[in-house]
């Protein structure tokens, strides 16, 4: 595995002050996606500051990640997911001033397979839909 990446402990702060009681999974992650931070809902859903972001549950839910997309624009990024029956809004958000770092986050979705299907959505059983 790779060195972790150097953070400034601000951003770090910055983020559990934002997001620490945010009631879904969010996690602060370096372009490396090394998991820099992540809140108690992330933590509760098994992901760890220090894991490589896509060694965290099923490969294929990774398929179609953003966060490269999102670092390269420096744009908000977003898409539609579904793991087992629970639809989410997933998104990646670049940080202003830290341009190797983004916040990686999830709403549930009252949006569910039919509503994916009809956008198009081929991918019921991995979950990747782009919106």
Request: aromatic share 10%; net charge negative.
């Amino acid at each position: 595995m790779a060195n972790p990446p150097d953070v400034d402990p601000k951003l770090i702060e910055a983020f559990h002050l934002m997001w620490g009681r945010y009631p879904a999974p969010a996690s602060l992650v370096h372009k490396s996606k090394w998991i820099v931070a992540v809140n108690q809902s992330c933590r509760q859903g098994g992901r760890e500051p220090g894991m490589i972001c896509a060694t965290w549950n099923r490969p294929e839910i990774h398929r179609g990640c953003l966060a490269a997309r999102t670092l390269r624009e420096q744009t908000p990024l977003s898409k539609l997911v579904r793991i087992g029956d629970v639809g989410f809004k997933v998104y990646w958000l670049p940080i202003d001033g830290y341009p190797d770092f983004y916040v990686h986050f999830a709403t549930e979705s009252e949006r569910m397979a039919d509503d994916l299907a009809a956008d198009g959505c081929d991918c019921a059983e991995s979950g990747c839909c782009p919106v």
